[in-house]
């Protein structure tokens, strides 16, 4: 059966069917899937039910595997590929406390981040815990021309947390903290394969503006994060048993979700893709 590509939104996302993830992906269609990848950002492919070996050999596919940042969330077999458990999220007011609430892109402060995120759903509550995607490229695109002037070439130090960012981040010891890098980053990337100029954003990494005051650095960078999740830019993934999505880090932000009931329990693999070093958009 040939592979189909059903749109989800009218600007990104694609859901891919008539392919059989768990059999051996030739040549041809390794390249048709890494260039959806480039044109859609976010590929779901349903019904798919994964196991780690296998997810695992789908992420190669699309380039060589990053290791995970954090070992306690990694499985033990498997080293590129970690988890997202409802069991290790901390709760307050009885509400789960969820790691990537509030829009972002992966692992931002790396010299060369993810180029893609992947998960597979492996146990999902029966309401809720989506996750909700925002094509950056499109709002890049609708910002008026004076203020894309404006935002190409500038910089933002991209750190381990941001002293305003809007979400906490997993404790580390001073040890772990000092392994962590810090970058600076295009505010405006090009995509090296389509060409597409993109926001880059991570308020929860963001550390100002290079060479601006910090207020208006902050105003700016809230302003665009405001821009670039209206709803209009938006696709809301509803999980299901099975599903298997990958996204490309630079031309999405993402956001998970802590709506469902904390007794019920949720369970992804997730792996990335390593990527090179991001490239500012010209003027």
């Known amino acids: 059966m040939a592979m189909i590509v059903h749109p989800l939104h009218t600007q990104f996302g694609a859901q891919i069917t008539g392919v059989d993830l768990k059999q051996v992906i030739d040549d041809t269609l390794a390249s048709s899937l890494r260039q959806c990848l480039a044109d859609h950002a976010v590929l779901v492919f349903p019904g798919q039910s994964l196991n780690p070996a296998q997810f695992q050999t789908f ?6 595997l990053m290791p995970q940042q954090f070992k306690n969330y990694t499985l033990e077999d498997f080293p590129f590929i970690g988890f997202n458990s409802t069991n290790d999220l901390p709760r307050k007011n009885g509400k789960l406390q969820v790691r990537g609430e509030n829009y972002h892109t992966d692992h931002s402060n790396e010299l060369c981040p993810p180029r893609a995120t992947a998960l597979v759903a492996v146990q999902i509550p029966s309401v809720g815990g989506d996750t909700q995607f925002v094509d950056v490229r499109q709002a890049y695109d609708d910002l008026p021309p004076k203020l894309q002037q404006q935002v190409n070439g500038l910089r933002s130090l991209h750190v381990l947390q941001s002293s305003r960012s809007p979400r906490s981040f997993t404790k580390l010891s001073d040890e772990e903290r000092a392994k962590i890098p810090s970058n600076l980053q295009p505010l405006v990337i090009a995509h090296p394969i389509s060409g597409r100029s993109a926001l880059y954003l991570n308020t929860g990494r963001m550390e100002g503006i290079q060479g601006m005051p910090e207020q208006e650095a902050y105003d700016l960078i809230n302003s665009l994060y405001e821009h670039a ?9 509803r999980w299901q048993v099975g599903d298997v999505a990958i996204w490309d880090n630079r031309s999405v932000m993402h956001q998970a979700n802590a709506d469902y009931d904390p007794e019920q329990y949720r369970y992804l693999y997730r792996l990335m893709v390593s990527g090179d070093a991001l490239r500012a958009a010209q003027s």
Do not use: A, D, L, P
């Not at 992420?59 to 060589?64: A, I, Q, R, T």
């Not at 999740?229 to 993934?237: C, V």
């Open 229 to 237: 999740t209206q709803s209009k830019y938006e696709y809301r993934h």
């Open 59 to 64: 992420g190669e596919v699309f380039g060589e």
